[in-house]
C-alpha cells in the first residue's frame, strides 16, 4: 500500500490522505482518490464520502499529523536511526548543512545531504525538489540514505516545511539556526510570522537535542526563551559559546581565532565574507558537540572546495574576478556588497548582474536596487523567476530604488546579461552574478524551463571572452 496525497497519482490499494492545503483542500478531492483506486481514506473534518465495498474511511484529528506517522512508519522510522542535523534561517541554510556532511562523513561516518543543492551523499545523488522535501519524499530518501550506508544527514528547514509539518516526524539530534532577515513576507505577511514560523524547530526538540544559535541575531536571542533542547551559542560581537575576534580578510580568503571554552584556536580559510564567518562558526560548533574533534574541523577550513553557486568563483587566469553567488534576499545583498567594497583588496569597479523573483515579496525589489547604487558602479537587470510578471516590470521597480544617475541597464536574456558583464570587465573589476546560483531551471511566464545555471553561464562567459582576446 502506497501514501498519496494527490488524488491524480492515485493508485489501486492506495492510502490517500485528505490534506487542507494553503491552495486546495484535499477532502475535495477524495472521491476521485476513490475512483482511481484508494482503499484507505485519511481525513479530518467531515466530507461526502462514497458508499464503495473494500474502502474504509478513518477521521483523525491532524491528517498531517497522521501522514508523518504513516510515512515514518513505512520507512521504519529512518531518522531514529541516523544522527540527524537540521539547519534553518534566511540565509546560509545551503552552506552550513552541505559542509556538515561533509565534514561529518570524513571523519566519523557517511552523512547525506538535503538540501537547495539537491540530495547527495558521496557518489549518489537523490531526487528532491524542494529545499525541504515534503512528508513522503522526505522520509524515503532518509531510508535510501540509510540503506546506501548514511550514518547520519543535513538537512536544511525551510520555514514553508516546518509550516507545513514536512519534519514532523524527523527525530533530530541537532538544529542549528542562522539568521532571519526579510524573506518570504508575501507568504508570512511580517516578520513576526515569520518568526514564529521558524520557531516551530526548537519548540520540539528533544530536551537532548543540540540547538547551536547565532546570538548576534536579535531573533536568536529570542529562540533561548523558547527552546526545549540543549541551548548553545555563536557570535563574532558578543560573548558565546563559541565566537571569533581577530578577523583579518584578504583576497586570498579571511582568518580569525575561534575562540571556546576559554581556548583560543588560529582559524584560515578560503572562505570569503562575514556570513561565511558566522557559517564557519556554526559548523565549527554543531561538529564539537557532535562528538568530532575541533581542531580536525577547523583544519577542515583551511581550503574548502566551492560549494555549488556559493562564493563560486570563475578562474580561467583573467585578470578581473567573476563571483557566482545565490544571494538574493537584501540582507544577503547589503552585507556581500558591503564587503566587496569595504573589505575585499585590490577592487576597481564593482558590476552586478541580477533580477528579483515574481509573484513574491515586492518590497525588496526598490531595496536591492539601493545597495546596488550605494556599492556598485554598474549594474545589468535581467529576468529572475518572474514567473507571470513581466521581467521588465521587476527590473524597473528594482531601478526604483536606485540613486538617480546610477549607471545600469537591462538585458533580458540572462545568458546574454552575463555574457555583457563579463565583457566590459577591465583589469581589477569585479562581476558579481547574483541570485540563482547553481540553480537548473528558470521560472518564467510560462512555466519553468532549464536554466543551465548562473555558475555554467559565467564560465561560458569568461571562456567565451579569452577565445576572442587570443
Given at each position: ?7 491524480r ?15 486546495l ?20 473534518h ?5 458508499d ?5 474511511y478513518?477521521?483523525?484529528?491532524s ?38 556532511s ?11 545531504y ?29 531510508e ?36 532571519l ?42 529562540i ?5 533542547g ?19 580578510y584578504?583576497?586570498?580568503g ?6 571556546h571554552?576559554?581556548k ?12 561565511n ?5 556554526a559548523?565549527?560548533?554543531?561538529l ?14 583551511e581550503?574548502?572546495p566551492s560549494?555549488?553557486?556559493r562564493?563560486?568563483?570563475?578562474r580561467?587566469g ?13 540582507d ?20 552586478t ?50 540613486k ?6 537591462y ?32 521560472d ?12 555554467v553561464?559565467?564560465r ?11
Open positions: 500500500m502506497n501514501l498519496c496525497i494527490d488524488s497519482k492515485v493508485q489501486e490499494g492506495d492510502m490517500f490522505f485528505c490534506i487542507d492545503g494553503s491552495a483542500d484535499g477532502h475535495d478531492f477524495a472521491e476521485q482518490a476513490v475512483d482511481n483506486g484508494a482503499k484507505v481514506i485519511i481525513y479530518e467531515d466530507m461526502p464520502m462514497k464503495q465495498e473494500g474502502v474504509i478513518i477521521k483523525v484529528p491528517t498531517l499529523d497522521a501522514l508523518n506517522e504513516a510515512a515514518a512508519s513505512l520507512n521504519g522510522w529512518p531518522s531514529k536511526h541516523l544522527t540527524m542535523f537540521g539547519v534553518t534561517g534566511t540565509n546560509g541554510k545551503s552552506s552550513i548543512s552541505y559542509l556538515i561533509k565534514i561529518y562523513t570524513k571523519y566519523k561516518g557517511e552523512c547525506g538535503l538540501g537547495t543543492i539537491g540530495g547527495q551523499m558521496e557518489g549518489k545523488k537523490y531526487d528532491v525538489p524542494l529545499t525541504t522535501p515534503d512528508i513522503i519524499p522526505l522520509q524515503r530518501t532518509l535510501e540514505m540509510r540503506r546506501d550506508g548514511a550514518e547520519a544527514a543535513s538537512i536544511e528547514v525551510s520555514s514553508h516545511g516546518l509550516i507545513q509539518k514536512r519534519v514532523g516526524a524527523v527525530d533530530f539530534d541537532y538544529a542549528i539556526f542562522t539568521n532577515t526579510r524573506e518570504h513576507l508575501d507568504y508570512f505577511k511580517n516578520m513576526e510570522n515569520y518568526f514564529q514560523a521558524k520557531s516551530l524547530f526548537f519548540r520540539n526538540l528533544k530536551p537532548t537535542a543540540v540547538a547551536m544559535v547565532n546570538i548576534d541575531d536579535p531573533y536568536g536571542k529570542r533561548e526563551e523558547l527552546c526545549t540543549k541551548f548553545m551559542s555563536y557570535a563574532i560581537e558578543q560573548p558565546a559559546d563559541y565566537m571569533a575576534k581577530d578577523i583579518v584578504s583576497p586570498e579571511m582568518s580569525f581565532t575561534l575562540v571554552e576559554g583560543e584556536y588560529p582559524v584560515t580559510t578560503n572562505l570569503q565574507v562575514t556570513y564567518l558566522y557559517n564557519l562558526l559548523v565549527a560548533g554543531t564539537d558537540q557532535a562528538g568530532l574533534n575541533l581542531e580536525d574541523v577547523i583544519r577542515e577550513f581550503y574548502i560549494i555549488p553557486g562564493m563560486d568563483e570563475i580561467f583573467q585578470d578581473y574576478r567573476v563571483i557566482v553567488d545565490y544571494a538574493h534576499t537584501d544577503s545583498y547589503n552585507k556581500l556588497l558591503h564587503y566587496v567594497r569595504h573589505d575585499l583588496p585590490g577592487i576597481k569597479r564593482i558590476i548582474v541580477s533580477g528579483a523573483p515574481g509573484k513574491r515579496d515586492a518590497g525588496n525589489r526598490e531595496i536591492f536596487g539601493h545597495y546596488f547604487s550605494q556599492y556598485c558602479d554598474y549594474s545589468i537587470l535581467t529576468e529572475e523567476d518572474c514567473r507571470d510578471e513581466a521581467p521588465k516590470k521587476v527590473a524597473d521597480e528594482i531601478a526604483a530604488g536606485m538617480d544617475g546610477y549607471p545600469h541597464e538585458i533580458e536574456n540572462r545568458a546574454e546579461a552575463i555574457q555583457a558583464a563579463v565583457d566590459m570587465a577591465q583589469p581589477g573589476d569585479i562581476v558579481l552574478v547574483l541570485g540563482k546560483g547553481a540553480e537548473k531551471y528558470l518564467g511566464t510560462t512555466g519553468k524551463r532549464y536554466w543551465e545555471g548562473d555558475d553561464s559565467a561560458k562567459a569568461v571562456q567565451n571572452r579569452l577565445e576572442r582576446e587570443k
